[in-house]
C-alpha cells in the first residue's frame, strides 16, 4: 500500500460539473505536487506545492485549480473540464528540508470526461 | 529483446533471467536520477536513486548504471520474476529547482513464466 492516499480513484464527471481531488500524506513531507498522466505515456507535472505555497504551475488551464491546506493536504479543484482532461492525476510528496529525495506518488485518481 | 519506435518500448525477458532497461537523458546538468516501476492501475513507485556523484548503485536485486558522459542510465534487474512485469519510467531532477522531475518515455517490461 502506498502512504500517498488519494480519493476517489474513479471518477466520472459532465463539462458543467464541479469536482475535487484529494490527496493526503502523512510522512511529514512538505512538498507535494500534482501530476497528469495519458495513457502508456510518462506523468507530467502541473503544479508543486512546497511549505504549503504554490512554487511551480507549469501553464495549467485554469480550470484546474490546486489548493494546499494544510501540510498533509493537497485538493485538485475541477470545473468545466473538456474531454482531453481525461486521464490518470496522480498525487506525489518529498521531503523539503533536503535536496535530492525521491517523490512517493499515489495510485492516482482516473478521470473521465463525459 | 527491445524495440523500440510509435509505441511504448517493450523488453520481454524469461523468467529468472537479468533485465536491463536503458534510458537516455537529456540534461547534462541534471544532478540526481531515480527508477519507477509502474504496475497497470498504480502509480509509480520509487525502486532506486542514484546522484550524480556516482557511478552504480546497488539494491535488492536492483542496480542503477549512470554513464554521465553519454548521458545515459540503465536499471539491471536480477533474477527477473513475473511481479516485475510492469512498466519502467527514468525520471532525472532536471537541475535548478529541486523539484521538477522529467520522466522519460517508459518501457514496458513483460516477464514469461
Known amino acids: 500500500d502506498t502512504e500517498v492516499t488519494q480519493t476517489p480513484k474513479h471518477l466520472v464527471m459532465g463539462m458543467t460539473n464541479k469536482k475535487s481531488l484529494k490527496c493526503e500524506q502523512h510522512?511529514?513531507?512538505?512538498?507535494m505536487y500534482w501530476y497528469k498522466q495519458k495513457a502508456k505515456k510518462p506523468p507530467e507535472l502541473m503544479f508543486v506545492?512546497?511549505?504549503?505555497?504554490?512554487?511551480i504551475n507549469e501553464s495549467v488551464p485554469s480550470r484546474f485549480s490546486p489548493e494546499c491546506p494544510n501540510s498533509s493536504l493537497l485538493n485538485l479543484h475541477l470545473h468545466a473540464l473538456q474531454p482531453e482532461d481525461s486521464a490518470l492525476y496522480l498525487c506525489?510528496?518529498?521531503?523539503?528540508?533536503?535536496?535530492?529525495?525521491?517523490?512517493?506518488f499515489g495510485d492516482g485518481t482516473r478521470l473521465s470526461i463525459l | 529483446g527491445e524495440s523500440v519506435g510509435l509505441h511504448l518500448p517493450t523488453l520481454s525477458v524469461q523468467e529468472g533471467d537479468n533485465s536491463i532497461i536503458n534510458c537516455a537523458y537529456s540534461?547534462?546538468?541534471?544532478?540526481?536520477f531515480i527508477w519507477y516501476k509502474q504496475e497497470s492501475g498504480k502509480g509509480p513507485q520509487f525502486i532506486i536513486d542514484?546522484?550524480?556523484?556516482?557511478d552504480k548503485r546497488q539494491g535488492q536485486r536492483v542496480t542503477v548504471l549512470l554513464n554521465k558522459t553519454v548521458k545515459h542510465l540503465s536499471l539491471q534487474i536480477a533474477a527477473t520474476q513475473p511481479g516485475d512485469s510492469a512498466v519502467y519510467f527514468c525520471?532525472?531532477?532536471?537541475?535548478?529547482?529541486?523539484?521538477?522531475?522529467?520522466f522519460g518515455k517508459g518501457t514496458l517490461l513483460t516477464v514469461n513464466p
Open positions: 506525489a510528496s518529498s521531503q523539503r528540508d533536503s535536496s535530492n529525495q525521491p517523490q512517493h
Open positions: 510522512m511529514g513531507h512538505r512538498a
Open positions: 506545492y512546497s511549505y504549503e505555497k504554490l512554487s
Open positions: 540534461n547534462s546538468a541534471s544532478d540526481y
Open positions: 542514484i546522484r550524480s556523484n556516482m
Open positions: 525520471a532525472e531532477n532536471s537541475g535548478g529547482s529541486n523539484y521538477k522531475l522529467t
